[in-house]
């Protein structure tokens, strides 16, 4: 059974560009997190996603953030016009259903904006 | 609000010796507490939890006692290994029906390095 997945694992991108962070489930599990770690810092939730559902995204920045977890393919966490600050590894966790505190990590991307 | 307070690190021991890492937490309701170890350049993984007061949680010689009276979940391990240095995270879990949001609670990490 494959862990969450996660990709790109690195990604630079200039400021003001568009980033678009990817993350697969595992199989089985319906619900998506996404936790965003500073450096020297723990991680910070930033939405809880269901399939075609934002459940809770008060962690998220009001502007440039996004995300999203369709009917079919992966989760996409979307940041746009990235500034320096956007640097960062962006975490995402699955959980199955009725057990939402039982969530598995996946291997992280690290965002780097120059 | 809920938050979860953990020793500052960073913390260097010498292989065999005994670990502590203090962890307290500050809940409107009564979380489930865990531990998560991060290995450098990876994702977390989970080492152990405890959904309710008095349990014991335990993987790979590591051990952590849910104590409600002073809301803490300290992290020990009788004899450190040098495969056991990483970051270790402590976090909560509300569920919305204990006035929760469904998401975790970090601290903000503890480094161990252990030395040979």
């Known amino acids: 059974n494959a862990g969450v997945m996660q990709n790109p694992r690195h990604l630079v991108r200039r400021r003001g560009q568009e980033a678009r962070l990817r993350c697969s489930p595992m199989?089985?599990?319906?619900?998506v997190y996404w936790y965003r770690q500073l450096p020297e810092e723990g991680l910070k939730f930033m939405v809880y996603?269901?399939?075609?559902?934002?459940?809770?995204e008060s962690g998220m920045p009001k502007e440039r953030f996004s995300a999203e977890f369709p009917k079919e393919g992966p989760s996409i966490l979307r940041i746009q016009q990235v500034v320096r600050g956007d640097s960062a590894a962006y975490f995402c966790?699955?959980?199955?259903?009725?057990?939402?505190?039982?969530?598995?990590f996946g291997p992280g991307t690290r965002l780097t904006v120059t | 609000g809920n938050s979860v307070t953990q020793m500052e690190g960073p913390v260097t021991l010498s292989e065999e010796a005994f670990l502590t890492i203090n962890c307290t937490y500050t809940?409107?309701?009564?979380?489930?507490l865990f531990w998560y170890v991060q290995y450098p350049g990876e994702g977390l993984q989970l080492l152990l939890k405890?959904?309710?007061?008095?349990d014991k949680g335990s993987n790979k010689g590591f051990e952590a006692t849910y104590r409600k009276e002073t809301t803490s979940f300290h992290l020990e391990k009788g004899s450190v290994q040098v495969s056991d240095s990483a970051v270790y995270f402590c976090?909560?879990?509300?569920?919305?029906?204990?006035?929760?949001?469904?998401?975790?609670?970090f601290g903000k990490g503890t480094k161990l390095t252990v030395n040979p």
């Open positions: 966790a699955s959980s199955p259903q009725a057990v939402t505190y039982e969530q598995y």
């Open positions: 199989k089985g599990h319906s619900h």
């Open positions: 996603l269901q399939k075609e559902n934002i459940i809770d």
């Open positions: 809940a409107t309701g009564y979380p489930s």
């Open positions: 405890a959904t309710k007061a008095d």
């Open positions: 976090a909560l879990f509300l569920s919305r029906g204990q006035g929760g949001s469904e998401k975790l609670v």
